[in-house]
């Protein structure tokens, strides 16, 4: 009696946890950010003015776009908790006219592509990669 009791605990547990393993959901899942710093987390530069580097989250097929101020990107995410990587292709070349954005894009996609983790607070994401930090705003 014992045993099947406690086989029938075990798979409402299994059922309730089972949705939320199978949709493989994060708090990143379908949210749009804007950049606002980059750099170590002693140090950070702000974005250029005029600039929108954007990032978004698709839930769907776990994809990542965005715009790094010049250029679109696009690739993919897995979340792990709080751990985070992402792979990323550019998009064709649009030619920029300030070498400061062209800094930044080259900044900002060297930083990103090393995303280790992150944390929300509010409307706050911080993405860790290693020795620097990129911090968004939500859009």
């Given at each position: 009696?014992?045993?099947?009791i406690?086989?029938a605990?075990?798979?409402?547990?299994?059922?309730?946890?089972?949705?939320?393993?199978?949709?493989?959901?994060?708090?990143?899942?379908?949210t749009?950010?804007?950049?606002?710093?980059?750099?170590?987390?002693?140090?950070?530069s702000?974005?250029?003015?005029?600039?929108?580097?954007?990032?978004?989250?698709?839930?769907?097929?776990?994809?990542?776009?965005g715009?790094?101020?010049?250029?679109?990107?696009?690739?993919?995410?897995?979340?792990?908790g709080?751990?985070?990587?992402?792979?990323?292709?550019?998009?064709?070349?649009?030619?920029?006219?300030?070498?400061?954005?062209?800094?930044?894009?080259?900044m900002?996609?060297?930083?990103?592509?090393?995303?280790?983790?992150?944390?929300?607070?509010?409307?706050?994401?911080?993405?860790?990669?290693?020795?620097?930090?990129?911090?968004?705003?939500?859009r």
């Amino acid at each position: 009696m014992r045993a099947r009791i406690l086989i029938a605990s075990m798979v409402g547990v299994a059922l309730l946890v089972a949705p939320s393993c199978a949709t493989g959901g994060s708090a990143l899942d379908d949210t749009s950010w804007l950049l606002e710093s980059i750099g170590p987390p002693d140090n950070l530069s702000q974005v250029i003015e005029g600039t929108n580097v954007s990032l978004d989250f698709v839930r769907s097929g776990h994809r990542v776009t965005g715009s790094t101020g010049c250029n679109a990107f696009e690739g993919g995410y897995e979340v792990d908790g709080n751990a985070l990587s992402i792979d990323y292709e550019i998009g064709s070349g649009q030619r920029c006219d300030l070498s400061a954005i062209v800094e930044q894009e080259q900044m900002f996609l060297s930083t990103f592509v090393g995303a280790e983790s992150y944390a929300l607070d509010g409307n706050t994401l911080t993405i860790n990669c290693g020795d620097r930090i990129l911090v968004f705003r939500r859009r």
